[in-house]
């Protein structure tokens, strides 16, 4: 399995923006599928974005479609959520996952590895 670790998130009010770096040990990173998911509290965790790991093709959840751009640098081990136009419902913590020539699917289930999730809050 990889090893994750995100990094990125803050505090900030509505319209603004934040880049999240998910950090990926191992030296097969541009083997797996990356994905990022959200939970709020009281709430389960739900998808954001995916990019798979051979066509780069990139997936996103309607809630965050033409807002949100996933991308990633296997040079770095590194992928990216860019967070533009924020809004209040955006709040939660971000996890970052991976699964080896994913992503299979959209769902928690679906990823094998997970990192332990950035606090991201974003104010009206």
């Known amino acids: 399995q990889v090893q994750l670790v995100e990094s990125g998130g803050g505090l900030v009010q509505a319209g603004g923006s934040l880049r999240l770096s998910c950090a990926a040990s191992g030296r097969t990173f541009s083997m797996y599928g990356m994905g990022w998911f959200r939970q709020a509290p009281g709430k389960e965790r739900e998808f954001v974005a995916a990019?798979?790991?051979?066509?780069?093709?990139?997936y996103y959840a309607d809630s965050v479609k033409g807002r949100f751009t996933i991308s990633r640098d296997n040079a770095k081990n590194t992928v990216y959520l860019q967070m533009n136009s924020l809004k209040p419902e955006d709040t939660a913590v971000y996890y970052c996952?991976?699964?080896?020539?994913?992503?299979?699917?959209?769902?928690?289930?679906?990823?094998?590895?997970w990192g332990q999730g950035t606090q991201v809050t974003v104010s009206s």
């Open positions: 990019i798979s790991w051979r066509t780069v093709n990139t």
């Open positions: 996952a991976a699964h080896p020539r994913g992503p299979v699917g959209f769902r928690s289930g679906d990823f094998g590895s």
